[in-house]
């Protein structure tokens, strides 16, 4: 199973695009990159999943080049409400057990 | 439809007491999880199923039992309360055909003293 390293932390301002690159140098072909958003005290949200090129969704856009290495999670004009951390997991579409892997998560403060 | 619910929201325990967190998903999911989370940190996977009856390990399954008796229900215990087991405790639940898109509950707060 892959791991993610991405940064710790960031900070933005309001109306700004947030960039969040995440590495998984080990993905495997079956292997698939998802996205999730936390905020305190709940529970995490689904944000975007992708498996090549780009994926865009009302929420987010998520980038993946072509070696898969590595994904950046993009966050059009940012608002206060989207300090938060997020996740970047990757699973595997294997059958015969499913994991999941949270890595460390990027803690996104958007400043006014 | 209330989506994950998770039971109780709070819990302190003493060392060496058990106790049993219930979840509940009301969307017909084949597939649910248990998480553990700890301050700073991301998730770890306890145990998850991928169906009503059947249960398996994941990253940190030690001093945790589960059970999915009905395929709404997925019931974490513990035996005998450590206070390493001081954590957050979220379920999640998915379908089988979108896996990697789970629904979290709200968390259960666990302190054992």
Redesign the interface.
């Known amino acids: 199973l892959a791991k993610t390293t991405q940064p710790i932390s960031m900070d933005s301002y309001e109306g700004q695009e947030v960039n969040i690159t995440c590495s998984h140098n080990n993905i495997a072909t079956n292997d698939y990159i998802t996205w999730y958003q936390q905020f305190p005290s709940q529970g995490p949200r689904f944000i975007i999943q992708g498996y090549k090129t780009k994926v865009t969704n009302e929420v987010a856009s998520l980038f993946i080049p072509a070696d898969r290495k590595s994904s950046t999670l993009s966050l059009p004009r940012v608002s206060l409400s989207d300090t938060a951390v997020y996740y970047c997991l990757v699973g595997d579409f294997n059958t015969g057990g499913f994991k999941t892997i949270f890595g460390a998560g990027t803690r996104l403060f958007v400043k006014a | 439809n209330a989506g994950?619910t998770q039971t109780p929201k709070f819990r302190v325990l003493k060392t060496g007491q058990s106790m049993t967190l219930l979840c509940a998903q009301d969307m017909n999911h084949e597939?649910m999880?248990w998480?553990r989370q700890d301050p700073g940190?991301?998730?770890?996977?306890i145990h998850?199923s991928?169906g009503e009856g059947t249960t398996?390990k994941?990253?940190v399954p030690d001093g945790y039992n589960v059970s999915r008796l009905k395929k709404q229900n997925f019931l974490l215990g513990l035996e005998s309360a450590a206070p390493s087991q001081t954590s957050v405790y979220?379920c999640?639940s998915s379908p089988h055909t979108v896996?990697?898109?789970?629904?979290?509950?709200?968390?259960t707060r666990l302190t054992v003293t």
Request: zero cysteines.
């Open positions: 994950v597939y999880y998480y940190m991301g998730l770890r996977l998850y991928v398996a994941g990253e979220f999640a896996q990697y898109e789970q629904y979290f509950g709200p968390g």
